[in-house]
């Protein structure tokens, strides 16, 4: 797996830890980790974390954990950890043998929780949540004392100890640190750190009755594993007085510095993982893989290369105050990297039929096409011509209005790589009227697409030999949410009701020129002046190809068609 080891962008955070390794703090060493809970499948927002965290350990030879926060056995799962695995990998980044689980550090976190009730600084408190809840008080009010804040280390560690032999229901206590109802920070306001539950765990089974909450398991793990900076999302910013208070009352060796940065929030999409779950859950999507999810199997389903997906984590920039990335940067990203590296290849993606009435029956030419006019060393393809050919519907008007510069009765236009075709008449449903078949004849002259005698036409359509063709089906796709931010509540009181009901078009006979057969499964294409697509490979079959639009093409070549060149 190649790493990737280029130097980060200049970001607060790496120069944080440029003068720390400078000033040989932490041994000189840089060791981060990327904490996913195991609750869901990654998104572009992990990616941004995933980026920071791995990029930064490899540009200081450094190491990058991946640990699991697997503290809470109700939502998580096996399928999603695996997933995360899979994406990480995919993204490029690799953890080599520093993968770890919060729950293999269970029997560890209850020791330093006991070592706190013996310092008398955690106790067992008998307040219901509802209870713990009111008497946590508010910002401008101080909390009350729970009236069990005061029992003896005797009687905490007694409690303590059945709560994890399972003696008692769900809810029935908790263990608290002892720190400050008063404080001005409400996370200082005595927090709970474990509670009952007889949820088995997709892990650790039905060992643990009790779980620490994320508060306590993050900082302890990360201390355990010399962490030297925990680089975490900014919602965690008001966390950190704990974070540190916890490492200093256990006395620890290790004492990570938390670092927060802004989340990655973009338009057109829910980055939550709770929303994200209900969109697979009820039916919105076809999965967490769906190409029109922002997450990673989804991006990649879609067609987003690796790369893509780092750079435009690199250009977001990471920064203290949250923002919102336009989605358009994605697709800009993952645009130019096609376009310097992607195959161009006809499809016709609503087929209309054309005759060449001149043309001889039987024939069939091999024409030169040009795989990729911005990387001659890509070179040219053969592709078949013939009698009965395919173009798009949208190419043809049989009354064409002032600014339409195609297919039209009377006019003359190029195919592509191929020849001047001059329409010459219709053929129409006659019960619907619409036009079924367009006659057309050609300039045997005009071959590879240029008249001799220097005639110019207006436009240059793309098309594809009906006889050669492959039948294929493309879905089109579109933001997935009508609304900018659909995380809004002002703006999208429920999210599902800004759903956007045109995210996904699907056309399925479309036909696409007899080479796409050749082309690599994993890698994107241009289907000429339609956008770059890329197999599905999930519902494609041997006989049946289904093509995932990534992007559309911005107007490149709309530019050329205009100036009516090739
Ligand atoms: P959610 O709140 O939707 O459940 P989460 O932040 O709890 O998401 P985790 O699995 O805990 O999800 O996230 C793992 C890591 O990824 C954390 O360090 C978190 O800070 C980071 N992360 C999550 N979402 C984003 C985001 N949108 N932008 C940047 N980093 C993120
Ligand atoms: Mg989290």
């Known amino acids: 797996m190649d790493e990737h080891v280029s130097a980060s962008p200049s970001n607060f955070i790496r120069n944080i830890i440029k003068e720390d390794l400078d000033a040989g703090k932490n041994d000189s060493m840089v060791i981060t980790r990327f904490p996913p809970e195991p609750n869901g499948y990654l998104h572009i927002g992990h990616a941004k974390s995933i980026c920071l965290n791995f990029g930064l350990a490899a540009e200081f030879r450094g190491r990058c954990h991946l640990r699991f926060d697997d503290t809470n056995p109700a939502k998580e799962d096996v399928e999603y950890t695996e997933s995360i695995k899979q994406d990480v990998r995919w993204l490029g980044f690799d953890w080599g043998e520093h993968l770890y689980y919060a729950s293999d550090y269970f029997e560890k976190i209850y020791q330093y929780a006991v070592d706190l009730i013996k310092a008398g600084k955690a106790y067992v408190c ?29 009687e905490n560690l007694e409690l303590f100890g059945r709560m994890r032999a399972g003696e008692f229901e769900e809810g029935a206590h908790v263990l608290r640190a002892k720190i400050d109802m008063a404080s001005g920070n409400i996370n200082m306001r005595d ?149 310097k590296t992607a195959m161009r290849v006809m499809a016709v993606l609503r087929p209309l039929k054309v005759v060449i009435e001149n043309y001889p029956d039987d024939r069939t030419e ?29 190419d043809f008007m049989e009354v064409p209005h002032k600014q339409f510069f195609r297919l039209a009765p009377g006019r003359e236009v190029r195919l592509r790589y191929a020849y001047f075709i001059t329409c010459s008449g219709v053929v129409k449903d006659t019960e619907t009227g619409e036009v079924t078949e367009v006659r057309c004849t050609y300039d045997p002259l005009t071959r590879g697409g240029d008249a001799p005698d220097g005639r110019k036409v207006k436009s240059t359509i793309h098309w594809v030999s009906a006889r050669h063709a492959i039948d294929a089906e493309v879905r089109l796709y579109d933001h997935l949410f009508t609304g900018s931010n659909p995380s809004d509540e002002k703006e999208c009181p429920d999210f599902r009701g800004c759903l956007n009901p045109r995210s996904l078009e699907v056309l399925n006979s479309c036909k696409a020129e007899p080479g796409i057969r050749g082309l690599p499964e994993g890698k994107g294409f241009q ?11 999930c519902d494609s079959t041997k006989d049946g190809p289904v093509f995932n639009r990534i992007v559309s093409l911005k107007d490149t070549y709309a530019k050329v068609l205009k100036k009516g060149t090739k």
């Open 366 to 394: 091999e024409l030169d096409a040009v795989n990729n006019p911005e990387d001659q060393a890509m070179g040219t393809r053969k592709v078949p011509f013939s009698k009965v050919i395919y173009i798009e519907k949208e």
């Open 126 to 154: 008998s307040l219901t949540a509802g209870e713990i809840r009111l008497n946590r008080g508010t910002l401008t009010e101080p909390g009350k004392d729970s009236p069990y804040r005061n029992r003896t280390v005797e």
């Open 527 to 537: 289907f000429e002046r339609q956008g770059y697509f890329c197999h599905d490979l």
């Open 191 to 339: 927090p709970v750190m474990y509670r009952i539950s007889k949820t088995a765990h997709h892990r650790t089974g039905e060992t643990w009755r009790i779980y620490p909450l994320y508060d306590f398991a993050h900082c302890v793990s990360d201390s355990m594993e010399g962490i030297t900076h925990s680089i975490c999302t900014l919602e965690f910013e008001d966390h950190r007085p704990l974070y540190d208070w916890f490492l200093d009352a256990l006395g620890a060796p290790c004492h990570p510095q938390q670092i927060e940065f802004a989340r990655l929030n973009m338009t057109y999409t829910v980055m939550s993982k709770r929303k994200l779950l209900k969109l697979v859950e009820e039916g919105h999507v076809s999965g967490w893989d769906d190409p029109r999810m922002p997450t990673i199997s989804g991006l990649r389903r879609r067609g987003y290369t690796p790369s893509s997906i780092r750079d435009f984590c690199d250009r977001i920039g990471v920064a203290k105050r949250n923002s919102m990335v336009d989605v358009a940067m994605l697709e800009y990203g993952i645009r130019e990297e096609l376009n």
